[in-house]
C-alpha cells in the first residue's frame, strides 16, 4: 500500500528485483480520486493501470504495489502479505505539494482533466491545504487509505474532527494487518526489510521531489504562515498519531519526538532549497 510520497516508487523497484515476480502490476484504486469520474479523459496508458472496482486488477498477481487502498487490496487478495511505509506526515505533504508544483504541463497532459487538480499546487500553501477537491489527498491519506470507503470520511471535504477517535482506533486495527509496517525515518529499514525477506534487499531513490520551476519558486519561508502551519497541523493529526505510534515500535529506544524534530529541520532545510531559498 504505496502513500504517496513515502519512497515507495524506490520500494517497488527493490521488492521487484528482489522478488523476481512473475506478474507484478502497479496502479491506482479510487481512493486518491476522491469524487473525480472523468476516467475516460486520461491517456490510454494511465487509464489501463487505474483499477476502478477490486475485480479489475488481475487475480494472477503476485506482487502488487501501488497507491491502491487496504480495501481494495484485501478483498481482491484475501490472502496476501500486505507491507506500507510511513512517512512523518508535515514532511509528506510538503513533499507531496512541492512535487506537483514542479510537475510541467509535458507530464501532466497524459492525465487529462484531473491535471487540473494537480495545478493547485501552483496556490500558495495555505491555498492549497484549504482544497476540498484536494482532501482525498492532503487530509489525514494513511487514514483515509486504510478505512476508504468509509461514512465517516467524505470524498469530497476533510475529516470532521469529531470522529478521530472512532476513526484512530479503526485505522490502528488495519495496521495490525499488515505482515510488515515501518517508517521512512527508520535507519534500519533496509535491513528490516532484508529480514523479513529473508533473501538481500537493497533500494535506491527514485521519483524524488526536484527543483520548483521558475516562476512557482519562492522563498519557503513565505509559505510557511502561520495559517499554513496549522492547515498542516490539521490535515496531519491523525496520521501523526499512527506515525508516533509505528515509530515507536520500530525505533525501540528513541523519541518519536525528537526524531520528528530532527526530520522537520532536515526537510524544511532542503524543501528550501528546492524552492531555490
Request: proline share 6%.
Amino acid at each position: 500500500m504505496h502513500v504517496p510520497k513515502t519512497a515507495g516508487t524506490s520500494l517497488a523497484a527493490a521488492l521487484i528485483d528482489t522478488l523476481r515476480p512473475r506478474a507484478p502490476i502497479g496502479g491506482f484504486d479510487r481512493v486518491l480520486f476522491g469524487d473525480y469520474e472523468d476516467f475516460t479523459n486520461l491517456h490510454e496508458e494511465i487509464r489501463r493501470v487505474v483499477y476502478l472496482s477490486p475485480d479489475a486488477m488481475p487475480a494472477e498477481a503476485d506482487l502488487v504495489t501501488g497507491h491502491i487502498a487496504y480495501s481494495s487490496l484485501r478483498q481482491r487478495y484475501p490472502d496476501a502479505q500486505l507491507i506500507t511505509v510511513l512517512r512523518e506526515p508535515f514532511s509528506r505533504v510538503l513533499s507531496h505539494w512541492l512535487y506537483w508544483r514542479g510537475l510541467s504541463d509535458e507530464r501532466l497532459a497524459p492525465w487529462g482533466s484531473w491535471a487540473d487538480r494537480v495545478r493547485q499546487s501552483h496556490l500558495s500553501l495555505a491555498e492549497f491545504l484549504s482544497s476540498r477537491l484536494l482532501a482525498c489527498h492532503l487530509d489525514n491519506l494513511v487514514v483515509r487509505m486504510l478505512l476508504w470507503p468509509h461514512w465517516l470520511i467524505p470524498i469530497d471535504d476533510f475529516i470532521d474532527p469529531e470522529h478521530d477517535r472512532w476513526l484512530l482506533t479503526e485505522a490502528h486495527g488495519r495496521l495490525g494487518d499488515f505482515s510488515f509496517v515501518d517508517v521512512v525515518e527508520n535507519p534500519e529499514l533496509p535491513g528490516q526489510l532484508q529480514r523479513w525477506l529473508a533473501r538481500p534487499f537493497a533500494s535506491d531513490r527514485r521519483n524524488e521531489t526536484g527543483r520548483v520551476p521558475e516562476p512557482l519558486n519562492r522563498p519557503l519561508v513565505a509559505e510557511l504562515t502561520l495559517e499554513a502551519l496549522d492547515l498542516l497541523a490539521h490535515r496531519s493529526r491523525l496520521d501523526l498519531e499512527l506515525w508516533r505510534a509505528v515509530a515507536r515500535r520500530c525505533l525501540r529506544g528513541r523519541d518519536p519526538d525528537h526524531l520528528r524534530e530532527q526530520t522537520l529541520v532536515r526537510n524544511t532545510a532542503h524543501y528550501a532549497m528546492l524552492m531555490g531559498a
